[in-house]
């Protein structure tokens, strides 16, 4: 696909569901001006770029997460299927959950490069009609996720002002990602909710235990972030999944450039602990649904 097409497909996509966009600066409703930018009733305007994403973030921002980290983490999540059990989960509560809808607006906040969003979207379209919509400040993973993905909606956005309209969406993904649980609240339907993954006690223990402190090993709990989840939201489903992962030495390399857990570590400690030409990697997380209250 060319990128000039890639540019006018994301743009045809967006006009199909407009009416869920409202403007980042003064929250007037959205409309696409000929297959080129998305544009408000006072007249700002975004341009869909030719990689086929739109940029709704009105200020200049740069994050430590870079193009390596998300080529990296989408490396682990899709040839290695590091998360497939937890997407898999994922899937199924979210199929219970909405049995009965045959449309679904889906929003992954924190997207990163978008593959937990369309490996979920992807098992869902399969029983009913998705529009999945990828949102991250960081402008390299919106990159890569509209590189790879099309028939999906990628926005940089900042998730404290989302550029969409009140109680447009179904279900909220935010998985290992922070959140904003007023702009949440703002974006569910009636009926709709979050779906938050938060790390447990063992999660990428073996990197904890190599790139972190012991204290920090040790004591790592995830129960202030459940109390808050809970105060925000009326707690309806709450599973465990752990697991773990054998990975070669090409995927443990990958794992490594995309955990935050290593940016404090030397490319000594880095180089030691992929001497290994293999290693068991834990996953143990939590995965909340949440309602409004």
Not at 34 to 40: N, T
Not at 142 to 166: E, Q, R, S
Not at 215 to 240: G, I, T
């Amino acid at each position: 696909m060319s990128k000039v097409s890639k540019k006018v497909t994301s743009a045809t996509y967006v006009q199909k569901v407009q009416s869920i966009f409202q403007c980042p600066i003064c929250k007037e409703s959205m409309y696409v001006s000929d297959l080129k930018s998305l544009v408000c009733s006072n007249h700002h305007s975004f341009d869909f770029t030719k990689q086929g994403y739109i940029n709704l973030y009105t200020q200049q921002v740069k994050t430590k997460y870079n193009k390596a980290l998300f080529e990296a983490r989408r490396k682990v999540i899709v040839e290695g299927e590091f998360f497939t059990p937890l997407t898999e989960a994922i899937t199924k509560i979210i199929q219970k959950h909405t049995v009965a809808q045959e449309n679904l607006n889906l929003i992954d906040t924190g997207c990163g490069e978008g593959s937990h969003l369309v490996t979920v979207g992807e098992a869902l379209r399969s029983h009913k009609s998705v529009t999945g919509v990828g949102i991250d400040l960081a402008k390299e993973g919106i990159l890569v996720a509209a590189k790879h993905y099309p028939n999906y909606i990628w926005c940089v956005a900042d998730l404290a002002n989302t550029p969409f309209k009140d109680n447009h969406f179904d279900v909220i993904l935010n998985i290992l990602s922070p959140s904003n649980y007023a702009e949440f609240g703002r974006l569910l339907t009636k009926e709709g909710f979050v779906v938050k993954v938060v790390p447990q006690q063992k999660y990428l223990q073996e990197l904890r235990g190599e790139f972190l402190a012991e204290s920090a090993q040790q004591e790592y709990s995830n129960r202030d972030v459940v109390d808050r989840f809970q105060e925000e939201f009326q707690l309806v489903d709450r599973s465990r999944i752990t697991y773990t992962k054998n990975l070669d030495q090409a995927m443990l390399e990958a794992l490594v450039t995309m955990t935050p857990l290593t940016w404090r570590s030397t490319e000594k400690e880095k180089k030691a602990f992929l001497q290994k030409e293999s290693a068991e990697i834990t996953v143990d997380v939590d995965i909340l649904i949440g309602r409004n209250n």
